[in-house]
């Protein structure tokens, strides 16, 4: 029986994606609490703390088939903790080389490792998501690199860019969200292992804690951290924020979608499948479905950040509750993000552009999107200021009367001697007051 989003068979594949739910499912959550006790076992055979042939056997027995889930489910929930229970099955697995399993570590050594295990693959899906979502928006910035419309600044006409350069700037900001993820892979994928208070005590005063420490996080392809981080939970925040980051800016890619799908704008449309996006009561509806999913998610994730932020502040050397927040929200956090991307990809690789409709909206307003060209053309011969009143006076009259700012222009004998009617009708096309824009949106494109 499902109850949320997440797992519901109507909404699971519009708040996460298959691949991502099998990375955090049940089964691979215990299949890496496995993974880190072999590991473990592996390490401390080859520092010299347990016997290799016990760490052999337990490499060789422990396994998740083996496992009586309903005893698993029950105990858990006595203990609080899935570890403990999942060590005394895999234990009566390996015989007598079972009490050399889970030798020096603490629960959560095993568990934020295990957790660890999963972000590292989930990370690496993500990565793959995000290139391919960067791949569909770089080959609509090149596309439409001079694609003029409308650019717009407190939802009214500014001046005119190129939709090339809009994606382009979407695009920037996930280029620079890749480095990040790149970067936090590095720093935060990092092993867990530091005893029952974080010292390795268990393990003595000599150097095999540290070792232990290093050669299973080699085994793990995890990074050796300087310190315990029980309490530490910056590694899981920069993630979680991250993925809010990203989610933000898939977000703001989502708002300009659904925007510029309104009917007043008519200027994209979401890829047609037959019935995506329909009303039960009005048959012309063609909701923009996966920019909607994309915009909730962005807010969802915010939730996330909020909540691990939330998980930091934790008390001495363990702590006592705030470590079972992320038990909901980092598992929530990357199946979010996994489905942002997975619509964003579906929604950008078949984006419908409708040039003709960009074209007629730069011009609704007679010219006034092109009013600071005249004024800056006008400005070496009249001084800024004086140029700004007379066009702005010009722009007052075309709305008035309903004229276009260049049939206002040409009754100014003013600015006809001082410009020339051609040149009038140069600064008035949309086209010719683009400044950097394509050779900013290059630039981003770069080599396709």
């Given at each position: 029986?499902?109850?949320?989003?997440?797992?519901?068979?109507?909404?699971?594949?519009?708040?996460?994606?298959?691949?991502?739910?099998?990375?955090?499912?049940?089964?691979?959550?215990?299949?890496r609490i496995i993974d880190t006790e072999t590991a473990l076992a592996r390490a401390q055979a080859k520092v010299g703390i347990i016997p290799?042939?016990?760490?052999?056997?337990?490499?060789?027995?422990?396994?998740?088939?083996?496992?009586?889930?309903?005893?698993?489910?029950?105990?858990?929930?006595?203990?609080g903790y899935p570890v403990l229970p999942i060590v005394k099955q895999v234990a009566e697995q390996c015989g007598d080389a079972g009490r050399y399993l889970h030798w020096g570590a603490t629960t959560q050594d095993i568990m934020d490792t295990a957790v660890m295990l999963q972000c590292k693959q989930g990370v690496a899906l993500l990565q793959d998501q995000l290139d391919r979502v960067r791949h569909a928006l770089r080959q609509l910035a090149d596309e439409h690199a001079a694609t003029v419309t409308a650019g717009r600044t407190h939802l009214q006409h500014a001046l005119p860019v190129t939709f090339g350069y809009r994606c382009a700037v979407w695009l920037s900001a996930l280029d620079r969200h890749a480095e990040r993820l790149e970067q936090a892979r590095g720093r935060a994928l990092m092993v867990q292992f530091g005893?029952?208070?974080?010292?390795?005590?268990?393990?003595?005063?000599?150097?095999?804690?540290?070792?232990?420490?290093?050669?299973?996080?080699?085994?793990?392809?995890?990074r050796d951290p300087e310190i315990t981080w029980h309490v530490a939970r910056d590694g899981l925040v920069e993630l979680v924020t991250l993925f809010a980051a990203i989610g933000g800016s898939l977000g703001k890619i989502a708002w300009d979608v659904m925007m510029m799908c309104s009917s007043e704008f008519g200027e994209l449309a979401e890829p047609f499948v037959s019935g995506r996006g329909a009303s039960s009561t009005m048959p012309q509806k063609r909701n923009p479905i996966s920019s909607e999913l994309m915009f909730a998610a962005a807010k969802l994730l915010r939730d996330k950040s909020s909540t691990v932020l939330d998980a930091m502040m934790q008390d001495f050397e363990r702590a006592t509750g705030p470590w079972h927040l992320e038990w909901a929200a980092v598992p929530e956090a990357f199946l979010l993000l996994s489905s942002s991307l997975h619509q964003a990809e579906f929604m950008l690789s078949g984006l419908e552009v409708n040039v003709d409709r960009m074209r007629r909206n730069t011009h609704i307003t007679?010219?006034?999107?092109?009013?600071?060209?005249?004024?800056?053309?006008?400005?070496?011969?009249?001084?800024?200021?004086?140029?700004?009143?007379?066009?702005?006076?010009?722009?007052?009259?075309?709305?008035?009367?309903?004229?276009?700012?260049?049939?206002?222009?040409?009754?100014?004998?003013?600015?006809?001697?001082?410009?020339?009617?051609?040149?009038?009708?140069?600064?008035?096309?949309?086209?010719?007051?683009?400044?950097?824009?394509?050779?900013?949106?290059?630039?981003?494109?770069?080599?396709?």
């Open positions: 029986m499902s109850s949320t989003v997440f797992d519901s068979f109507l909404f699971r594949d519009m708040f996460g994606t298959l691949a991502m739910r099998e990375i955090f499912s049940d089964t691979a959550y215990v299949q290799a042939e016990a760490a052999d056997d337990i490499t060789a027995k422990a396994g998740l088939d083996g496992l009586d889930l309903e005893r698993l489910r029950t105990e858990t929930e006595i203990v005893g029952a208070a974080g010292t390795l005590a268990s393990l003595g005063p000599g150097p095999e804690g540290l070792e232990t420490r290093a050669v299973l996080a080699a085994e793990l392809g995890l007679g010219g006034l999107i092109v009013a600071e060209a005249v004024m800056m053309d006008l400005a070496p011969v009249l001084g800024r200021q004086r140029a700004h009143d007379v066009v702005y006076d010009a722009c007052r009259t075309a709305i008035e009367t309903g004229t276009t700012l260049e049939a206002e222009l040409r009754t100014h004998a003013e600015l006809v001697d001082q410009l020339g009617a051609e040149r009038i009708s140069e600064l008035c096309d949309p086209a010719r007051y683009l400044g950097s824009a394509i050779a900013m949106t290059r630039s981003v494109v770069g080599t396709i």
